[in-house]
């Protein structure tokens, strides 16, 4: 028996827009090539310092939610490449260790990274132990990407749109070393449920069908500002169904749960879930923040997503692609979610606007087309 080709995929948990397209390519990869191919899904900072740990995934936790500004002047200090060199050889030096050891441990054929600050740390330890197989980097960000993703222009790259494909061509990169694909998701949303599933799914989670259903979606960390929108829309007349996906914050969860049992009587709160895309599904309205792989799940579900917020500049061309498109609407306001909300829900033309600029934008799944050329790639 030939014995598997691993495939190391690395990855960080700083937010889900690393890890679940990381988990969806070693889904695809064990599915289609698992008689040749072992995928594995290494966490790059399994091993490493925990005060560096926490800084790095615990900081980004707490800059999202608490001090965005601050996350957004770190994001402009680091386009001044002496800054980016410096922060990144600095964490380099605490991964290091465990990528020697990862190394000896499964002798990889191929290597798939999913979080810039992997990328310094991989290359040094391939340098210095004089190994060389195939390494790709899939730029998570699809229209603006970290400054991160970049330091090392010889890099073969995936990323997901013709706007970063220019972008890098005019930085220096070889637009041979650029492969541009759809965004990588989950094969759940690469298919559409019948109306009767749909109904289906809302009875089974106690859902009314009959009314409409508005979802506050924020991705794994909850939703910044969730409770304020929760007591802006209980403060007028609510006609439809009202969901709230609270991730892993758990005063959020609590807080949501209180408002619910006091006085939001059609609110669900739901904590951590694996079942985001039925609740999305369900829904007709998704108010949310302008994450990669959240914005992009929302639309493949061919629904409309209310952005609130985003963190410039990384997710800035993702609001930007929703407007220009007019498959989202971009409102930092909350106090006029009431308003919006009605005014869709009340003018059927303006809302099937909308899901028509979805369903006409032919939004696919890449992740098929990813596993493929990760796997023929030399």
């Keep these: 028996m030939n014995k598997k080709s691993k495939y190391l995929l690395l990855y960080l948990k700083t937010g ?62 680091y386009k001044f490449n002496f800054i980016a060199q410096t922060n990144s050889r600095l964490i380099s030096i605490f991964v290091k260790p465990y990528f020697r050891e990862i190394f000896k441990t499964y002798k990889p054929r191929k290597i798939i990274i999913f979080h810039f600050f992997l990328i310094e740390p991989l290359y040094e330890v391939m340098s210095e132990i004089k190994i060389t197989i195939p390494v790709i980097t899939v730029v998570t960000d699809p229209y603006t990407a970290h400054p991160l ?14 706007r970063l494909k220019n972008w890098c061509i005019h930085k220096g990169i070889n637009k041979e070393n650029i492969h541009l694909f759809s965004f990588i998701l989950n094969d759940k949303f690469s298919k559409t449920l019948k109306a009767d599933d749909v109904l289906k799914i809302k009875r089974e989670m106690g859902f009314d069908n009959k009314k409409k259903v508005v979802l506050i979606l ?67 309205l998704v108010i949310t923040k302008c994450g990669a792989s959240t914005f992009m799940e929302i639309l493949m579900c061919k629904k409309i997503p209310i952005i609130i917020n985003y963190i410039w500049e990384q ?48 939004l696919k799944n890449g992740s098929e087309e990813v596993s493929l050329f990760i796997k023929e790639f030399h």
Excluded at 149 to 162: A, P
Excluded at 233 to 254: H, P, R, S, V
């Design 315 to 362: 997710e800035k061309g993702n609001m930007e692609f929703l407007i220009e498109k007019r498959m989202g609407i971009y409102e930092p306001n909350i106090k006029k979610l009431p308003q919006l909300i009605s005014g869709l829900f009340d003018d059927e033309n303006i809302y099937s606007k909308y899901i028509e600029n979805i369903n006409n934008g032919n």
């Design 149 to 162: 993703w970049f330091l090392r222009k010889d890099q073969n790259f995936i990323i997901f749109s013709e």
């Design 218 to 284: 924020g991705g794994g960390d909850g939703m910044p500002q969730g409770l304020k929108i929760l007591k802006t829309l209980n403060k007028t007349i609510i006609d439809f169904e009202l969901a709230i996906i609270c991730g892993q914050n758990k005063t959020l969860f609590q807080k949501a749960t209180q408002l619910k049992e006091k006085n939001i009587y059609n609110l669900k709160v739901f904590g951590y879930v694996d079942f985001i895309y039925e609740l999305l599904t369900i829904s007709d």
């Design 16 to 77: 889900s827009g690393h890890l679940a397209p990381a988990k969806s390519i070693a889904k695809i990869l064990e599915k289609n090539f698992g008689d040749e191919i072992e995928p594995i899904l290494i966490d790059g900072f399994e091993k490493t310092n925990k005060i560096v740990k926490w800084i790095i995934e615990g900081g980004y936790r707490t800059l999202q939610s608490k001090a965005k500004w601050f996350y957004e002047t770190l994001y402009a200090v």
